[in-house]
């Protein structure tokens, strides 16, 4: 048997908690060849970074403890070496990138110390370290490498931070790459160039490149093999193509059928009115223009995506909607009067036609208030709506209609998954009985089967009670299985804006086309046909 | 950056002169002086003529109005005390507590982030035990009363160290060594919490990925971070001791600021009070602008 580069086997780790032991993977082996890229898939608390983090020595014992296994990489056992020994393998000769650039770069020195560090820490001379730190910094495409070696991360873009963390990963010219969610926080062209950009210097190094995701359509671009875990165990292995085409495991299976952009598109309805029309609505900053002139109208229970990268001015649109912010021109009609003309007397009775349900329902929900209070807080509000009396009763119903149980009421949120979270903050707008529901990348934080049940959720919830929605959001295939129509922005202006049947099937701008090519699929072979869309359009 | 110190200076101009108005009428309010400087069988004749003398028959107002128009030459006054200029009086005490203030903090701010970050580094350990324990005793620890019991002990019993007074390097051991330690005991928290954060933020985790020694980690990564919340920290200890640590000068009969405001206090000389006052008040101003450019300079977020 030929000897791998790297190989795990019968991996455990587990971790003492306040709330007892942890076991993090069980009995855990794969392998890793040079020149291979395997993707490790899995759900947060799949365990999929733990094995990673074991291998760099990130596992701090206690409270972590590894109860078996062994790392073996070129024949030792990485998890017999000293520390001395695994500190010299860190960097030199298995490097690791992150998730959140931003948060694992040092703020406060420079980028081009940074990288040049990982040189430095192993012996090489200050000016090879910087040599090699301005030759990776173009290489990785960072625009004027002699300025930016001298600027600090927060200077940076998102996808220009990767770059970097990339750079500084290659400095020693690793035999494996570790990224863990390297492209999460990326929006889709940009983690697609990232992508493009690791494969490429996968070939010119034959590294072996491990890959931690939660994306299937990540795995389906760029691994060779994948292993799939779940609850700590790894449940199924194969190619990307074997699991998508002939999955063995149900979870893999679910994990398919969840991933959005399969189902039928819906057809817009033409007929009835609309009830919100805006016309012109700007928003600057100073001398920057966040929002250009915004034209759009919303009928009544339909479902409008707005679809950008960061920085598109798309939750801008929202914001000046609902009046969190002041627009600075233009005006935004419901049902016939300007919402931004309204004082904030008059906007009070108003808003609770129009709820928003925002991305992160850890920060939305207040910390020290019960569920209960959360949703009835609304009714202590607007008097109006419903009298103390039958407050519990209807918390219940809304439980219900957003698939929680009833006891749920008397507990807080940090007491609830994510998803779960994200149930109470919609049963919170519903308690209004709202006309509009504007959802600001409500599902974005969510992992992929949960994000399916949150969308079906919406989707009831529209059909049931014709709710209208702005659907705000980066990942276009939730978007083509929930949008009636979908507005595209760039730059603070509409690009495109059409019925979601003609923008995913015949986009007109070339920013669509664009956005729709670097947008990744789960199935292998749509995937290399994007590819192949994607490079014609770059060339 | 520098429009931020110029906005800084701005509202701390303001301060001062809200300060110069509260300190003035509410220094009047503690009575006459006539009635402390003169004999008391002093006639009223004798009152009158003292009162004349030292303005304090004008009505208040344009008692204020004099003054303001004095403060601008630099001049406070005379100490009615001392019959020399206020302003001198204080300077020549607070040149003893600006170094007192100065020395002990030094001292504090060295033991207190290589104790901390120590501390913090080896969590759990002994060495993390003394220091928490080191760190809660010297926070809680009644400093007059710490006081006393060293001068019982290395001065009286021991006969090691002067009781009081200055004049030699030995006089400075016991105030210093008092002052020391509730500054340190807070300081030492402060390090060891705000270095633990750091250890556990993203980019040590990277570091580490890099194969970076664990001294740069501690030292080079982690302890410019933690220095952000331990600077607002070591700047208010040194205002406190800027101001004068009134109940340690007390003890030791250290002739330092704080003693003066009491002793002025007292006395009601009010030059020197309100002198001392605008003194320490621009001392803690330009503390706090050296507060300011240490952030600039650790955080490039302030700068750029």
Known sequence: MAEHLLEVRDLSVRFHTARGVVNAVNGISWHLDRGETLAILGESGSGKSVSASAIMNLIDCPPGEITSGQILFEGRDLLTLGG?????????????????????????????????EA???????????????????????????????????????????????????????????????????LDVTVQAEVLSLLEELQEETGMGLLLITHDLGVVAEAADRAVV????????????????????????????????GKGAMRQA??????????????????????????????????????????????????????RLEEASGGEALW?????????????????????????????????????????????????????????????????EQVGLQPEHADRYPHQFSGGQRQRIAIARALALEPELIICDEAVSALDVSIQAQVIDLLGRLRDELGIAFIFIAHDLPVVRDFADRVLVMQKGEIVEQGPVTEIFERPRELYTQRLLAAGLDADPDVQAGRRAARLALAG | MSSMLGKRAVSSFISLMVLIVLVFFLSRLTGDPAALYLPVDASEEMRQNFREIH???????????????????????????????ALEVVLEAFTWTLELALITMALVTAAAIALGSLAAFNIGSPLDRIASLLSLIGASAPDFWIAIVGIVLFSVSLGWLPTSGTGSVWHWILPISVLFIRPFGLILQVVRGSMITALGSAYVKTARAKGVKNRPIIFVHTLR?????????????????????????????????????????????????????????????????????AYALLDPRIRT
């Open chain 1, 84 to 116: 001395e020994a695994r500190r010299e393998i860190n960097g030199r000769r298995i490097a690791m990138i992150f998730q959140d650039p931003l948060s694992h770069l040092n703020p406060v020195y420079p980028v081009g110390w940074q990288i040049a």
């Open chain 1, 229 to 260: 875990m779940q609850g700590g165990r790894i449940v199924e292995t194969g190619t990307p193509r074997e699991l998508y085409h002939n999955a063995q495991h149900p979870y893999t299976r679910k994990l398919l059928a969840a991933a959005p």
């Open chain 1, 119 to 185: 040189g430095m820490a192993h012996g090489e001379s200050r000016h090879d370290a910087y040599a090699r730190t301005l030759e990776l910094m173009r290489r990785v495409g960072i625009p004027e490498p002699d300025a930016a070696m001298k600027k600090y991360p927060h200077q940076f873009s998102g996808g220009q931070r990767q770059r970097l963390m990339i750079a500084m990963a290659l400095v020693l010219k690793p035999d494996i790459l570790i990224a863990d969610e390297p492209t999460t926080a």
């Open chain 2, 55 to 85: 303005g304090l028959n004008d009505p208040v107002l344009v008692q204020f109005g004099h003054y303001l128009a004095d403060l601008v030459r630099f001049d406070f006054g005379d100490s009615l005390r001392k019959a020399r200029p």
């Open chain 2, 225 to 293: 971070n933690a220095m952000l919340p331990v600077i607002t920290v070591i700047g208010d200890q040194a205002a406190a001791l800027l101001n004068g640590a009134v109940v340690v000068e007390t003890i030791f009969g250290f002739p330092g600021v704080g003693k003066l405001m009491i002793d002025s206090i007292l006395q009601r000389d009010f030059n020197v009070i309100l002198a001392a006052i605008m003194v320490t008040a621009l001392a803690i101003f330009v503390m706090n602008l050296l507060i300011d450019i």
């Open chain 1, 269 to 322: 309805d033409e007929r009835p009115a609309p009830i919100l029309q805006v016309r012109g609505l700007t928003k600057s900053y100073g001398a920057f223009t966040a929002l250009k002139c915004a034209d759009f109208d919303l009928r009544a229970g339909e479902t409008l995506a707005v679809v950008g990268e960061s920085g598109s001015g798309k939750s801008t649109v929202a914001r000046l909607i609902l």
């Open chain 1, 335 to 399: 049902k016939g009067e300007d919402l931004l003309k309204k004082s904030h007397r008059q906007m009070a009775p108003l808003r609770r036609q129009l709820q928003m349900v925002f991305q992160d329902p850890t920060q939305s929900l207040a910390p020290h208030m019960s569920v209960f209070e959360i949703i009835s807080e609304a009714w202590a509000i607007h008097r109006d709506i419903l009298p103390k009396a039958r407050w519990r009763a209807r918390v219940t119903e809304l439980l």
